[in-house]
């Protein structure tokens, strides 16, 4: 297939697009910058530079495409404001509305990228499935309305729209490495929001690309699916594992109103729990996973960061 992509530099980007390049699809990539483009080259997906609050700029790959991802966001620098949340939200929602548009009536699979943290903060109540109640954090409110305009076009407008609900997904780069691996290498210690106690659902970037692949080789029109390994576990419990690996120093604590004064809207959902159920992706499409646990999957990751 020719699979358009947004936002296919992040963590969970670089695994969806590995993964649909080794399933011999042809991959076109949606980045805001040539520095980001000339690395996807060479991993072998065709770059296009453009902005996602400019749809006309790329919206005919969109047209062209065999198979569409939406998961670019506008990440916002520094402490996140109210101002740059809300940009952060007009800038997905222009991105969601256009793709809609483009791609009505054609049946292309397309899926949008929510999150775990529509749910809320789970504490220590059984994972939550996609049919527990949502209660987002102020900053992701938006996803919601984008999870509604796709669903609304799998019912009518002949989209084969579907939504992910991913956990915390981790690789050898982006948020985990500035937060766990580089810290480590270069400090010999990392630092945990709150002290770690926070449950997290995480999920290995290959499997999380392996899963996105599956749905849109074989698409689920009009379903929400949450994505994440078998074992939630504490935060702390990946630094520990994470430092022990890394030869560092046990992680320390960032204190949670130091991280809420620094991060702004940003601090509520790092230093919340976030424990979800994968069980109905799992059963649909008979998934085996490759690093079902932290176990398996921080050595994996710790490997290839060194190189």
Not at 210 to 234: C, H, K, Q
Request: charged share 20%; proline share 7%.
């Amino acid at each position: 297939m020719e699979c358009f992509v947004t936002g296919g530099t992040g963590a969970v980007g670089r695994g969806v697009v590995r993964a649909l390049l080794d399933g011999g699809h042809t991959v076109t990539v949606l980045t805001h910058t040539p520095e980001n483009g000339a690395g996807l080259e060479a991993a072998g997906a065709r770059p296009v530079v453009g902005d996602m609050r400019e749809p006309a700029g790329w919206i005919d790959q969109v047209r062209r495409a065999e198979a569409v991802v939406h998961m670019a966001q506008l990440t916002p620098v520094g402490r996140v404001s109210a101002k740059a949340a809300e940009a952060a939200a007009r800038a997905d929602l222009t991105a969601t509305w256009s793709i809609l548009d483009a791609l009505d009536g054609t049946r292309t699979p397309f899926i949008y990228t929510s999150g775990a943290w529509v749910y809320g903060s789970s504490g220590d109540a059984e994972p939550r499935t996609e049919e527990s109640p949502t209660n987002p954090y102020p900053l992701v409110t938006y996803k919601l309305e984008g999870e509604r305009q796709v669903l609304r076009a799998a019912r009518n407008r002949g989209v084969a729209a579907m939504v992910t609900r991913p956990g915390t997904v981790y690789g050898p780069g982006g948020t985990f490495a500035r937060f766990l691996l580089e810290p480590n290498a270069e400090k010999g210690r990392a630092a945990v929001p709150g002290g770690g106690r926070q449950i997290t659902t995480y999920l290995h970037a290959d499997d999380c690309g392996a899963m996105y692949r599956a749905l849109l080789e074989d698409p689920s029109p009009g379903e929400v699916f949450n994505l994440g390994d078998t074992e939630p576990i504490p935060a702390r419990t990946m630094a520990e594992e994470v430092a022990r690996l890394m030869d560092a120093r046990p992680p320390s604590t960032l204190p949670g109103f130091i991280l809420r004064l620094a991060s702004g809207r940003l601090g509520a959902p790092l230093l919340g729990s976030h424990r979800i159920s994968s069980a109905k992706f799992a059963q649909r499409y008979g998934y085996t996973y490759r690093y079902p646990t932290y176990r398996e999957g921080a050595p994996a990751v710790v490997e290839a960061y060194r190189g």
